[in-house]
């Protein structure tokens, strides 16, 4: 936290924002303290800012080392909730993780069909070429130092042969794989959907190779920053596991996408709740939720209002009058944030690839490996046996 500066308006106080974009006001004048960010916005309780403040005020140090004990603000701090872990399960997961995960992977991929064959000398099958590609994504090495790793899979009968290293990512320069990689994803997704009824949504981004440059005319000098690649999804908030996945451009909206994402997954799964924030708060998404039979769990913005009535005006009202109860569902959200956190801790927040069409198979690759790692701990925690493609009409073309 930042800094914490008093105001000349007795018991207000400011206090920069921690991200460096502006600042928020806290208020202590009453019994309870208040605060102008969008957490206490959001719960009403004592967020960070006020407890700086609260620090602050209690012991200040003064410019010549001495400290000043000024007055006291009491603020109550919500005891936070730990969930036990099973040990064995993980450590069995973990130690056998690589290992499952190309059989479960080879699994998956026998499920895609190959296109008509042409004239000519014959591709790829698109089963090894879609696991070559998703097992180095996973390896999270070079091309070169994978090899050794395409050959253990070849010796156990993954894949046909061992292709040349340059070829893993002229795999991915294919948009043929794309609608490809959503179907695996989904599938990989089936074996959990007895345990999956709650949802969240989210975005963000994946930092690519390609940077932006432009001439900054207010500091008369050049700049340049990365360019990237949005992921929208949807997962489970029990296992992580993602549902359904799209992937836009960098400054592309949430909402407009999240409508695609319940309706693939309320195809596979029965929906029970959906929340997603701010980014969220439009009618189409609530009506996209309501359609599915769920109810939705979304953050609100400041200028809402329920005058559009319908299900909208139902979840606005539930937030004003309930609002508790409204943050006990809402807070399941904060389960997609920890889904992207497992993505990218594992698989790398960046990309590789160099292409538009790369860099979004590249991104289904990451979410693909980590349905399979969900899986795999699943099959270790529960005691599942993931079976895919069990209807065979639904196999990928």
Not at 141 to 162: C, N, P, T
Not at 177 to 192: A, E, G, K, N
Not at 281 to 299: E, L, Y
């Amino acid at each position: 936290m930042g800094a914490v500066k008093k105001t000349a308006k007795g018991q207000v106080w400011t206090v920069p924002s921690q991200s460096g974009h502006g600042s928020y006001s806290v208020d202590l004048a009453g019994a309870d303290p208040k605060c102008s960010c969008p957490d206490f916005e959001l719960r009403g309780k004592p967020c960070k800012h006020v407890f700086a403040v609260a620090y602050t005020v209690v012991r200040q140090k003064n410019p010549d080392g001495s400290t000043t004990v000024t007055e006291t603000v009491t603020v109550t701090a919500t005891k936070r909730k730990t969930y036990p872990q099973n040990w064995p399960a993980y450590n069995a997961a973990q130690t056998n993780e690589q290992d499952k995960f190309q059989s479960l992977l080879h699994d998956l991929c026998a499920g895609i069909q190959n296109p008509a064959p042409k004239n000519g000398r014959p591709p790829l099958p698109l089963a090894d070429a879609i696991f070559n590609a998703t097992f180095k994504v996973y390896s999270t090495v070079s091309q070169r130092r994978f090899m050794s790793d395409l050959r253990e899979a070849h010796d156990r009968g993954f894949i046909a042969k061992v292709p040349h290293f340059n070829s893993i990512s002229n795999y991915l320069e294919n948009e043929n794989l794309t609608p490809i990689l959503r179907d695996l994803i989904t599938q990989s997704s089936l074996p959990l959907k007895a345990l999956e009824t709650d949802f969240a949504a989210d975005s963000s981004g994946f930092t690519t190779s390609r940077f932006i440059r432009w001439f900054d005319v207010k500091y008369g000098k050049p700049r340049a920053e990365h360019e990237w690649v949005k992921v929208h999804l949807m997962c489970g908030v029990r296992t992580n596991v993602v549902t359904a996945v799209e992937v836009g451009k960098q400054f592309s909206g949430d909402s407009p996408f999240f409508p695609s994402l319940m309706a693939t997954t309320a195809n596979n799964f029965k929906i029970a709740e959906v929340s997603a924030d701010k980014s969220y708060d439009a009618v189409s998404c609530v009506n996209a939720v309501v359609k599915t039979g769920g109810k939705p769990f979304i953050a609100l913005k400041v200028s809402a209002t329920g005058g559009v009535g319908g299900a909208y005006r139902q979840m606005f009202h539930y937030f004003q009058f309930k609002r508790d109860e409204f943050l006990m569902h809402y807070h399941k959200r904060s389960n997609v944030e920890s889904t992207f956190s497992m993505i990218k801790r594992k698989f790398g927040d960046y990309l590789r690839s160099k292409s538009d069409v790369a860099m979004v198979n590249e991104s289904l690759c990451k979410i693909l490996c980590h349905n399979i790692v969900v899986l795999i701990h699943e099959m270790y925690e529960l005691g599942i046996d993931p079976v895919f493609w069990q209807n065979l009409s639904e196999s990928p073309q």
